[in-house]
Structure formats: C-alpha cells, structure tokens
C-alpha cells in the first residue's frame, strides 16, 4: 500500500461511511483482534462499522472489547447479506482468498463493492482494490496498528484498540517467540502498553482459560503423538470419538500441534482432526527453519498458511489421511534432512 493508496483511502474515510469487516472462517485471536480493533478506530472516526464473521469463534476470545457486537454469518444469514448488500467498503482482515470465508464466498464473490484487504498469508488473490499485503508481518493485528500509523492516526489507539491489537500479536507470534517477532513487533507491542493494553490480564484471559476436559483431551493428544525421526516429522491424531468424549469445544485443539514440534530434533509437526460434521479432516502444520508447510499444504492438502504456520484438509478417513501423508514423506526427506 503506497503513498498515494493511503491518501486515497483518507479521502474514502473522511465521510461517514457504511462499513463492513471480515476475518477469515473459524476466526483465530490474529482475526478477531484484528477486525475488533479496525472496528474501534473507524467508529472513532465516525463510521458505521460491524464486524461480520463467517462463523464461531472459541470461548477464550468472548471477552475481546466488542465481541459482542459481532455478527455472525452463520447464525444471523439476513443481517449479514443485508450489511454486505449496504457496505460502502468491505474490509477483509487476516486472509487473502474469498475461499477462505467458508459460505459467505459465494456472496463476496456477486459483491460489487470497495474491498480493503490488509492480510499477512502467502500469495494473495488480487480481488480487492486496496491491498496491503506483508507475509513478512507478525500479524494482521501488528499491520493494523501500521495502517492506523500510515494514516497519521496513532493517537487515536485507546486502551480497547490497544487490547484489540496485542491479543492478535501474541497468539500469532506464540507469544513473542516465532520468527516473525521483529525489533519492531516490540515497540508495537511496548505502545500498546502505554496506551492502555493489560498485558497481565490478557495473557491470563487467553491462556488461563482451561477446561478440565481440555486438558484430559491434551492427554490423549500426547498419547497418540507419533514420531518419525528419519524425517525430523512428528503428528497427531485426534478422532471424533476422542473429541466427543472429551465435551470438545471449538477452540479446544489449539496449540496442541506445539507439543510435537517441542520435541528435540523436530522440526515439522502436524495434528490430524477428524471433524464428522464437514465430513473433513482438518489438519494444522508447523514447521521450523526452511522447510515451508505453506508449499506442503498447498501441493497436498488443499490448503496454505504461512511458511512456518499452515493449515489444510482432507475428505478421506482419518486413516486414510495418515497413511496418505506418510507415503508423501519420503519425496521430502531430502529437505526434512537438510
Ligand atoms: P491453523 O493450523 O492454526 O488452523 O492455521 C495456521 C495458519 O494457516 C493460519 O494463519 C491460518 O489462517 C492458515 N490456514 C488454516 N487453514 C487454512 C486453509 O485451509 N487454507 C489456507 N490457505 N490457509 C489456512
Ligand atoms: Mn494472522
């Protein structure tokens, strides 16, 4: 996004305007910060904001400032067409292909509007006008506080903007820890503080949020953790049964592909989720060092992400789905060993 793109959309934003905001479907931390706190600076402003996601999001993000204002596309299918029928501008946070909205494609596609993308994945489609696309970013929530900067805005970040934005640094960045985590990301994150964002309480909100069942349901994930150490791989296996014996709850799995990737020696980790009510197989990838889960996920499992950070599916059975990937492998052991 150049000079002239940012005084373009200043212009844009210097009348009250209807606006639209989208993350992507099963919104993370990185998405609902992100939406959250672009919805607070451009009420601040003046405009008529709502945040529409495609679906549910987990119970560790209900707490986010403005959460409950969000509607959901799913749940509320009239109020969502209709505000995405009206917007002025849409804006589309934390993804970079209509494909990855779930259900809602099919009207982003018919939808003749302004598109404002601001989005940190791999190789973005060109359906927007505006596109301010960084894959070097820590997060969308990190390019949302330099959207707001490039647009002179800075001093408009309260604390609900600030709290907004931190959350979706610290879930994209595990933390603070990724490689993504730049000089920059902390002075962004520094600001915030000043400016309001708790950053005690909201570590303890996200991560202090367990379940008993969670926490058995991380157990058997560790059980079933398999390890192949001639290709530096380990993986996961999650059934529909382990899920419902355990009370699963969207939200649940997250961070359990981690535990893999913890092990000495590892550095691509995967979780296979069997998930009865698609009739998929959700599956997450993580990697460390050169090896990119993007370009694996992309060639194999109908999916994408980042290099280190990825996701895709599967319609095969969840045994079909390993032994699949398990015959993919050994055309990789060259760059798993490298
Ligand atoms: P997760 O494994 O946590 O669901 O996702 C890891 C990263 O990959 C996130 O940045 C997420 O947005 C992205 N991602 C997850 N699933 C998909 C998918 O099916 N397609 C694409 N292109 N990206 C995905
Ligand atoms: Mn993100």
């Known amino acids: 996004m150049n000079t002239s793109e940012i005084k373009e959309i200043k212009v844009l934003l210097s ?3 209807k ?16 939406t959250l706190a672009l919805h607070h600076y451009l009420s601040g402003l003046g405009h008529h904001s709502t945040v529409i996601t ?3 999001y987990p119970k560790f993000l209900k707490w986010i400032p403005g959460e409950n204002s969000i509607v959901k596309y799913d749940n509320d299918n009239d109020l969502a067409v209709s505000k995405i029928k009206e917007a002025d501008i849409i ?12 259900n809602m494609e099919n009207v982003l596609i018919q939808t003749d509007t302004t598109f404002i993308m601001i989005d940190h994945h791999q ?19 990190q390019m949302i506080y330099h959207f707001i900067e490039k647009l002179g805005d800075l001093d408009k970040i309260n604390a609900d903007i600030a709290t907004c934005i931190y959350v979706g640094i610290m879930t994209d960045t595990g933390s603070f820890r990724f490689r993504s985590t730049t000089s920059t990301t902390h002075r962004v994150i520094s600001d915030l503080i000043d400016r309001g964002a708790d950053n005690t309480r ?15 349901l991380q157990g058997v994930a560790l059980k079933n953790l398999k390890v192949l150490p001639e290709y530096k791989t380990a993986y996961i296996t999650l059934s529909q049964k382990e ?11 997250e961070g359990f592909v981690n535990m893999g990737l913890s092990l000495e020696g590892i550095i691509f980790a995967l979780i296979f989720i069997e998930n009865k009510g698609e009739n998929i197989i959700k599956i997450s990838l993580r ?26 599916k599967s319609n095969l059975s969840i045994k079909e789905t390993v032994e699949k990937f398990i015959s993919i492998l050994p055309s990789y052991k060259n760059a798993l060993n490298s």
């Open 15 to 17: 009348t009250p305007k």
């Open 19 to 34: 606006i639209v905001i989208i993350p992507h479907k099963n919104p993370d931390g990185d998405a609902i910060g992100s």
């Open 54 to 56: 495609p679906n549910d």
């Open 91 to 102: 804006f589309t946070l934390d993804f970079n292909h209509f494909s990855r909205t779930g």
């Open 123 to 141: 190789q973005p489609d060109d359906y927007a006008t505006y596109t301010y696309s960084d894959v070097g970013m820590s997060s969308t929530c």
């Open 202 to 216: 909201i570590h303890e909100n996200i991560y202090d949020t367990n379940s008993y069942s969670r926490l058995q």
């Open 243 to 253: 899920l419902d014996d355990h009370n699963f709850k969207k939200g649940d799995t």
């Open 287 to 312: 990697s460390k060092g050169d090896f990119s889960v993007n370009e694996f996920s992309r060639n194999h499992f109908e999916g994408g992400g980042h290099h280190n950070a990825a996701g895709g």
